[in-house]
T-cell receptor
Framework: AQKITQTQPGMFVQEKEAVTLDCTYDTSDPSYGLFWYKQPSSGEMIFLIYQGSYDQQNATEGRYSLNFQKARKSANLVISASQLGDSAMYFCAMRSYNAGNMLTFGGGTRLMVKP | GAGVSQSPSNKVTEKGKDVELRCDPI?????LYWYRQSLGQGLEFLIY????????KSGLPSDRFSAERTGGSVSTLTIQRTQQEDSAVYLCASSSQQGAGTEAFFGQGTRLTVV
């Protein structure tokens, strides 16, 4: 069985500062993918970034980067230069081939950016 | 269509009535997921389709819930004899292939209110 854990229910960050959102996962499958989604108050789910288990380098997409530590089974999201529009719920998710490609989500972290 | 389409966007129903929620995935996407999200909470997995078959139905909360997918495209989630605890946003997502590295695209959701 695969499991995703996000231990920070809520976080504050000052505008223009960087913030790290934690995500740990558990799977016995050597082949898996890790995803981060953003859900603003409007409710839409927005894909942010992806990391494959065999990727040698940490994924980056603009202000988003993924701090992938495979041995520790963690895939933390780093947002640089926070903006007010970054205030939202953030979900970490995982899909593994042997789990039938089921997409499993963590409980989410609510990020609030202070002006 | 360009994205995942869900209908209706909002549904208010009386306790005990049956409801049908529809999801139109992105054309050509073989994988389709249904999730439930209560207010301010994470995503609860309901069911996953690969083509027309559902490898994993373990998330369906009770036998009042059922889902089908026809023609490898449209999916319908049916809730019979609705209860107040069924009130939530029901999200549908689709992805293009079986690989673990393919992100899922979400619809805007159906907000179900049982009164």
């Amino acid at each position: 069985a695969q499991k995703i854990t996000q231990t920070q229910p809520g976080m504050f960050v000052q505008e223009k500062e960087a913030v790290t959102l934690d995500c740990t996962y558990d799977t016995s499958d050597p082949s898996y993918g890790l995803f981060w989604y953003k859900q603003p108050s409007s409710g839409e789910m927005i894909f942010l970034i992806y990391q494959g288990s065999y990727d040698q380098q940490n994924a980056t997409e603009g202000r988003y980067s993924l701090n992938f530590q495979k041995a520790r089974k963690s895939a933390n999201l780093v947002i640089s230069a926070s903006q007010l529009g970054d205030s939202a719920m953030y979900f970490c998710a995982m899909r593994s081939y042997n789990a039938g490609n089921m997409l499993t989500f963590g409980g989410g972290t609510r990020l609030m950016v202070k002006p | 269509g360009a994205g995942v389409s869900q209908s209706p966007s909002n549904k208010v129903t009386e306790k005990g009535k049956d409801v049908e929620l529809r999801c139109d995935p992105i054309s050509g996407h073989t994988a389709l997921y249904w999730y439930r999200q209560s207010l301010g909470q994470g995503l609860e997995f309901l069911i996953y389709f690969q083509g027309n078959s559902a490898p994993d139905k373990s998330g369906l909360p009770s036998d009042r819930f059922s889902a089908e997918r026809t023609g490898g495209s449209v999916s319908t989630l049916t809730i019979q004899r609705t209860q107040q605890e069924d009130s939530a946003v029901y999200l549908c997502a689709s992805s293009s292939q079986q690989g673990a590295g393919t992100e899922a695209f979400f619809g805007q959701g159906t907000r179900l209110t049982v009164v």
